[in-house]
């Protein structure tokens, strides 16, 4: 497994090891030797399956509000997205700050996401499956989020009209999110 960090602290972008031969391939997803040899200790309590059928779908940003934030394994079982993650922790160097990464079923990439990171991807094949693991259990009611194109963060997303859903129409701004940031 090789494991890279990102720009931000905590965050890694994770390259399993494929075998693959005729019959298709094995990987490991998940080992936590090899994460705690990185400094990731985080006790997987919740698995989540997201299916996205159309193309252009864009979930998020999306966080948990403590003391229900989480951290989260991500991957793509079948097609392809653009993952983004924005640092919500005030203290951090690179608060305010987003990255981009391609995440599909050929790279096999994985990304984990500490805790005090909105998280988000755009969808882009249709018929998209995205897995991931949570250190943390849903709570509806420290449920939080942040328009996915709001201006301030300027983020670079591949598509103008995407279908979101009411929920994530309805998001706060960041200056708004700025009022009241429980990271």
């Known amino acids: 497994?090789?494991?890279?960090?990102?720009?931000?602290?905590?965050?890694?972008?994770?390259?399993?090891?494929?075998?693959?031969?005729?019959r298709g391939f094995f990987l490991e997803s998940y080992s936590k030797k090899e994460f705690l040899a990185v400094g990731i200790d985080a006790t997987f309590v919740q698995d989540n399956h997201s299916f996205s059928m159309e193309?252009?779908?864009?979930?998020?940003?999306?966080?948990?509000h403590p003391p229900?934030?989480?951290?989260?394994l991500v991957r793509v079982i079948?097609?392809?997205?653009?993952?983004?993650?924005?640092?919500?922790?005030?203290?951090?160097k690179t608060f305010g700050r987003?990255?981009?990464f391609e995440l599909s079923e050929?790279?096999?990439?994985?990304?984990?996401?500490?805790?005090?990171?909105?998280h988000s991807f755009c969808v882009l094949e249709e018929?998209?499956?995205f897995v991931y693991k949570a250190d943390n259990y849903y709570d509806a009611k420290s449920d939080g989020g942040i328009f996915w194109n709001d201006p301030d963060l300027n983020i670079?997303?591949?598509?103008?009209n995407p279908l979101i859903s009411e929920k994530d129409q309805k998001q706060q701004s960041w200056r708004e999110f700025l009022k009241n940031n429980p990271f």
């Not at 890279?4 to 005729?22: M, S």
């Not at 990439?109 to 500490?114: D, E, G, R, S, T």
């Open 1 to 22: 497994m090789d494991i890279q960090k990102t720009k931000f602290d905590g965050a890694f972008l994770i390259r399993p090891k494929v075998f693959n031969d005729q």
């Open 55 to 64: 193309k252009g779908v864009l979930r998020g940003l999306h966080f948990q």
């Open 68 to 72: 229900f934030a989480q951290a989260k």
């Open 78 to 92: 079948k097609g392809r997205v653009l993952d983004i993650i924005v640092d919500l922790r005030k203290n951090s």
């Open 98 to 100: 987003w990255e981009s």
């Open 106 to 118: 050929k790279n096999f990439k994985m990304l984990f996401i500490p805790r005090g990171m909105a």
């Open 127 to 129: 018929n998209t499956h």
């Open 156 to 160: 670079s997303w591949p598509i103008e």
